[in-house]
């Protein structure tokens, strides 16, 4: 088992920043990646952006060139800069890991964490 923990959400104008933090706690030396993920009012879920454990990254092109995804191994901890919100940032915002074991793989997801822009 893995539990995931965010924090950093909140209220910002547009054109201003944020960081997310996610803490991974249990099973982590099972977990090959993680990610954050979005999921604005009557919208699906959708990826914004994960790293593997070797440090490749992947983004939505909506948050390229905005976005910077990094993680700190020592603290099992993964961070979301956002720069240069926009009002289609918001969401809730879900932090998202993937461990790896027998059965092939499993899901975990944090609780969420609200990210508001104010245009």
């Known amino acids: 088992q893995v539990q995931l923990v965010e924090s950093g959400g909140g209220l910002v104008q547009a054109g201003g920043s944020l960081r997310l933090s996610c803490a991974a706690s249990g099973s982590i030396f099972s977990i090959n990646s993680m990610g954050w993920y979005r999921q604005a009012p009557g919208k699906e879920r959708e990826l914004v952006a994960t790293?593997?454990?070797?440090?490749?990254?992947n983004y939505a092109d909506s948050v390229k060139g905005r976005f910077t995804i990094s993680r700190d191994n020592a603290k099992n901890t993964v961070f979301l800069q956002m720069d240069s919100l926009k009002p289609e940032d918001t969401a809730v915002y879900y932090c998202?890991?993937?461990?790896?074991?027998?059965?092939?793989?499993?899901?975990?997801w944090g609780q969420g964490t609200q990210v508001t822009v104010s245009s």
């Open positions: 790293i593997r454990n070797g440090g490749s990254t």
């Open positions: 998202h890991a993937r461990a790896i074991n027998f059965r092939g793989y499993d899901d975990y």
